[in-house]
């Protein structure tokens, strides 16, 4: 069974959390993953957040999402789970996202939180011909989740 280590340490009360193990769950599928998947997701306020994505990725803002991989599944090929990584959101940022972007607090977060899968599975978007193979991926997730921009 795949599982998520959830901790939140923002003032955002959470309500998606069957969402996020239905997008491990379709992520396990998308990625050919032959274990169930294990993730660690922590929820941060704004200032922390900004304080975390400038100490790991020298900028100067509050971010969505940070996304860090566990590389050493070849050590821990003996597990019967993947062990993924670890996801920090900020849940602030998700909904002044969703605002902007007209989406739902659902899609939003729900976009984010595959979008970190992605990440944690090795994508990444730096190159273009990367960032459209990621999104793809992450399209596919949303799709087969029936979880679309235009729900609200």
Same mark, same amino acid.
Request: aromatic residues 14%; charged residues 30%; proline residues 1%.
């Given at each position: ?9 923002? &003032? &955002?009360? &959470? ?35 900004? %304080? ?46 969703? %605002? ?22 090795? &994508? ?29």
């Amino acid at each position: 069974m795949n599982k998520i280590a959830f901790k939140n340490k923002s &003032f &955002f009360r &959470f309500e998606f959390m069957n969402d996020f193990l239905d997008i491990l769950q379709v992520a396990k599928e998308e990625f050919s993953a032959k274990k169930d998947l294990n993730v660690d997701v922590l929820f941060v306020s704004a200032s922390k957040m900004k %304080k975390l994505n400038f100490v790991y990725r020298n900028k100067n803002y509050v971010t969505d999402i940070l996304s860090f991989p566990l590389d050493s599944n070849e050590e821990l090929e003996f597990l019967d789970q993947i062990e993924l990584g670890q996801i920090i959101i900020s849940p602030w940022k998700i909904k002044k996202q969703a %605002k902007e972007y007209n989406h739902s607090l659902r899609r939003e977060f729900c976009y984010i939180f595959a979008h970190g899968i992605a990440h944690l599975f090795g &994508f990444d978007y730096i190159l273009e011909s990367e960032a459209k193979i990621m999104n793809q991926h992450v399209d596919n997730i949303m799709k087969k989740l029936n979880i679309t921009r235009e729900e609200n």
